[in-house]
């Protein structure tokens, strides 16, 4: 154990988080903690390239020593505490921060996205096992990721779980009060966790990354407040105000209502990062100009205007207005009713990026409108499609990226026995039957080609669910057309 512990605080040392002058300290405090005797012998250690690579063998230990138990939860609840010890206060951390945004802000990104990863706040090592892939046809391209990173948890685990006492605090996983929290059976540990004040139009918010990555630098701003999600004016402005302030991040806010939102409704927050999504390269269908605006239609599954300026303000009167408009906006024919009684149904999850000296702004137009023959949403993906997908679309997937389950690795191995080796699927693969069925006869399968056929049948799937969620399918676009140009200003 002393060589593992060893190998992290020469770890921590090389990727700057803490310096030599720290180690005593730091070795003094993490063998406290894992109860190990201190010495002055000189210890070997290994190279390592992860935290994880030492926090693994480390928490071996602790279990043979039942010290903790071998649950998921319980080594992730203390290995926060090994590396919190790392770890500098947050006044430290947004100092240092802000110091280095004065002279760049994207030096100032990769510091904090580096400290994140080394201190283990960002489980890389779980990130990389994702699989990741693009779908490719002459009209679209988008991205696929299997999301591997959330290991399943043990039965008897969840059983703890149920047991262990609920609280309240923080009120959500989002809420600032989670910078240092050492997380329980039923919350993650936030120990090392750092949040960066950042002032947005006089008003104070958070920066941090994900701790489950989806992306690049996937990063969330999130209200001092625990606020719902609102679409409003207020969104525009402080989209295209974090674009200014991160140097070639995009920002984007899921929807506000229920279904063609995020899993996050409760706190308000947005989402950026470093990193080109498929929306980007959408081409226009339709272009007019509002003065210096260009306002383009995009050919993209999902409805989606795209705004582009160096007037900023008139972007947000714009958009603005487009929101209104979109809000009160019905078509029977196209089965798009603004409300029903008093409950809204349309809003828009927007996305802002600086490109080529303008500003962007892409609104997606959404509806979360159900009815008996589409009960989980009529603009959502459809029954068809949910053996791939039946989850929300937010605005990840709206602009792209694909998160798929993690169950679609066994169920394609089980499809692929099936075809093989004619064992029956089981149970739970079943689901796939009716589209494996129609891949039979579309295809000619072989052990080399099975993979990449059912990948990019995966990313057609992933197209369909994005042509579901779209307001205006491809032959409406000229309700489409009479929207935009309806706008009042
Ligand atoms: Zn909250």
Redesign the pocket.
């Known amino acids: 154990m002393k060589a593992n512990v060893e190998s992290l605080i020469q770890y921590e040392i090389k990727k700057g988080v803490i310096s030599k002058r720290d180690y005593t300290y730091v070795k003094n405090q993490l063998y406290y903690l894992l109860n190990l005797d201190l010495s002055m012998d000189k210890i070997d250690y290994i190279k390592i390239d992860h935290p994880s690579e030492a926090l693994k063998p480390i928490l071996d230990q602790l279990v043979s020593d039942n010290v903790i138990e071998d649950f998921k939860t319980n080594r992730d609840l203390f290995d926060a505490k090994i590396m919190n010890i790392f770890a500098s206060l947050p006044s430290v951390v947004e100092n240092k921060f802000h110091l280095i945004k004065k002279t760049s802000s994207k030096d100032a990104t990769n510091f904090l996205y580096n400290y994140a990863k080394s201190l283990n706040y960002i489980r890389f090592d779980r990130i990389l096992k994702n699989i990741s892939f693009d779908y490719k046809t002459k009209n679209i391209q988008l991205q696929i990721t299997i999301n591997l990173s959330k290991p399943e948890k043990d039965p008897k685990e969840i059983i703890a779980q149920a047991k262990a006492i609920q609280s309240n605090y923080?009120?959500?996983?989002?809420?600032k009060e989670n910078e240092g929290f050492s997380g329980n059976m039923n919350r993650d540990s936030r120990d090392q966790h750092r949040l960066l004040e950042l002032n947005i139009e006089n008003k104070k918010w958070y920066f941090q990354y994900s701790p489950y990555i989806y992306y690049n630098e996937h990063a969330i701003v999130?209200s001092e407040k625990?606020e719902p999600m609102r679409i409003s004016k207020d969104t525009f402005i402080n989209l295209l105000s974090l674009v200014d302030q991160f140097d070639s991040y995009f920002f984007g806010s899921n929807a506000d209502l229920p279904i063609v939102g995020g899993s996050i409704l409760?706190?308000e927050h947005y989402q950026g990062g470093r990193h080109k999504f498929p929306i980007e390269d959408a081409k226009s269908i339709y272009e007019l100009k509002y003065g210096d605006v260009n306002v383009n239609l995009l050919n993209w599954p999902l409805s989606t205007i795209r705004l582009k300026s160096t007037n900023k303000a008139n972007m947000i009167h714009l958009s603005t207005k487009i929101l209104e408009s979109w809000k009160t906006y019905s078509n029977p024919e196209l089965n798009i009713y603004s409300n029903t009684l008093h409950t809204p149904h349309n809003t828009i999850t927007p996305i802002a990026r600086f490109k080529n000296g303008l500003y962007e702004l892409d609104l997606v137009l959404r509806n979360n409108r159900t009815t008996d023959m589409y009960p989980n949403g009529i603009f959502h993906p459809h029954e068809d499609k949910h053996h791939i997908k039946k989850e929300n679309i937010g605005l990840i997937e709206a602009i792209g990226l694909a998160i798929l389950p993690a169950r679609l690795v066994e169920e394609i191995y089980d499809l692929r026995n099936y075809y093989f080796n004619h064992i029956p699927l089981p149970e739970k693969s079943m689901v796939h039957k009716t589209w494996f069925d129609s891949l039979l006869k579309k295809y000619e399968f072989t052990q080399n080609n099975f993979d990449e056929i059912i990948k990019f049948e995966i990313g057609k799937v992933f197209e369909n669910v994005l042509i579901d969620c779209g307001v205006f399918k491809k032959k409406d676009y000229d309700a489409f057309i009479k929207f935009i140009n309806g706008v009042k200003l």
Do not use: K, R
């Not at 923080?170 to 809420?175: D, E, I, Q």
């Open positions: 923080p009120p959500c996983v989002l809420c999130l625990h409760s706190h």
